[in-house]
């Protein structure tokens, strides 16, 4: 039965590749039905495959005090998801000057990252390599516009938009320390991107989302099983992908109609999971006095991101991932709802995440 769904899978791949397919497509403007479907598809038959070739070459990741694994399991899951991704961006013409330079910087981050997952780099050199980066989606055009545009403004705002990606790109890095995690939000933030993106009709980064979507869903499966462990693990160059791919897309639409304060606040809902796990963790560490120097903090590794909590909290893996989905998905629905809203009323469900999270983290400490 196994090899039956796999020569379908196949099959029905080459299909959707076939000219006539993929014209019918769009020709009945379902195009995000066939992006989806394609990215999909493309990442569940490629995993197999990388996984494979992770355990031939031994590309692996081998358990240890910091991790919650017990055995040494395959690496290589990202690159699955990165040429579903692109191979269904690229199959629909879905390319402009600036997705362009999103793709090309993606990819660097995702090689660098890839090179580190064989051979271990130094934290300095990949958070320079992202900030490269980061410039090249600057120099497209891609940027946070806060401030005026004038000197300082452009200053500033090039600075915010450096924190931004570099922020989101290693958070998700970070949550990527349970089964599922990292690939689910990844979906999850990818949906409520792409439901925004078409509430403000801005459908080709709704399709840039949806290509996200179904590559990060399709290598799900793998990643994130009923029963056992994960059978493949993003690695680095899975989780860094990821992060910078949506971290870019967020900065690239307008999530809202003349109103900077609600297009601001959608992003900042919808990336809520990494963002507080981010800040969370930051400041327990410098109130804690493990970090003291942006070297040290660069470079420190432990046991005290959201998942981690969650897990001695709730004493199970799926339970902790699980929860963390419902917490993201809350927030991706209360900034789809922000569609038309009032300045006020997007400062107050900004407001109300901030509180429901500072409930949480008073709870877990009291629980503690």
């Not at 403007?29 to 989806?36: A, G």
């Not at 462990?229 to 160059?237: E, K, Q, V």
């Not at 967020?250 to 507080?276: H, Q, R, T, Y």
């Amino acid at each position: 039965m196994h090899k039956i769904m796999k020569y379908l899978g196949w099959v029905g791949l080459v299909v959707l590749i076939s000219p006539p397919v993929s014209g019918a497509f769009k020709e009945m403007e379902v195009r995000w039905v066939y992006i989806f479907s394609f990215s999909f598809l493309a990442s569940v038959l490629l995993t197999p495959i990388f996984r494979t070739i992770a355990t031939r070459y031994q590309i692996m990741d081998i358990p240890n005090e910091r991790k919650s694994h017990q055995h040494p399991t395959p690496l290589l899951g990202g690159v699955a998801i990165y040429i579903g991704f692109v191979a269904s961006m690229l199959l629909n013409n879905i390319i402009d000057y600036q997705i362009l330079a999103i793709l090309l910087s993606a990819t660097f981050v995702m090689v660098t990252s890839l090179i580190d997952d064989i051979k271990r780099l130094s934290a300095a050199f990949k958070l320079l390599i992202q900030i490269l980066a980061t410039g090249i989606i600057i120099a497209s055009g891609i940027r946070i516009i806060l401030l005026p545009q004038n000197l300082l403004g452009h200053a500033v705002n090039y600075i915010l938009t450096v924190l931004w990606v570099v922020g989101i790109t290693n958070a998700m890095n970070f949550l990527d320390g349970l089964d599922g995690l990292a690939a689910g939000l990844g979906a999850i933030i990818a949906f409520f991107l792409g439901v925004v993106a078409f509430q403000t009709n801005q459908p080709f980064l709704g399709w840039f989302a949806i290509a996200l979507l179904g590559s990060c869903l399709g290598f799900l499966p793998f990643n994130f099983r009923v029963r056992g462990p994960a059978s493949i693990f993003l690695g680095d160059a899975g989780s860094t992908f990821i992060g910078f791919t949506l971290a870019c897309l967020a900065i690239k639409g307008e999530w809202a109609i003349d109103n900077p304060i609600v297009s601001l606040s959608a992003p900042i809902l919808i990336f809520g999971i990494p963002i507080f796990d981010m800040t969370h963790t930051t400041i327990r560490r410098v109130l804690s006095g493990k970090v003291t120097t942006f070297k040290s903090w660069i470079a420190h590794v432990s046991k005290d991101h959201i998942h981690h909590r969650m897990e001695r909290l709730f004493q199970s893996k799926k339970k902790s991932v699980l929860l963390i989905y419902s917490m993201s998905a809350c927030l991706g629905i209360s900034a789809v709802v922000l569609r038309n809203a009032r300045t006020i009323d997007a400062v107050l469900i900004v407001l109300q995440g901030i509180i429901v999270f500072i409930i949480f983290s008073l709870i877990e400490v009291r629980r503690q």
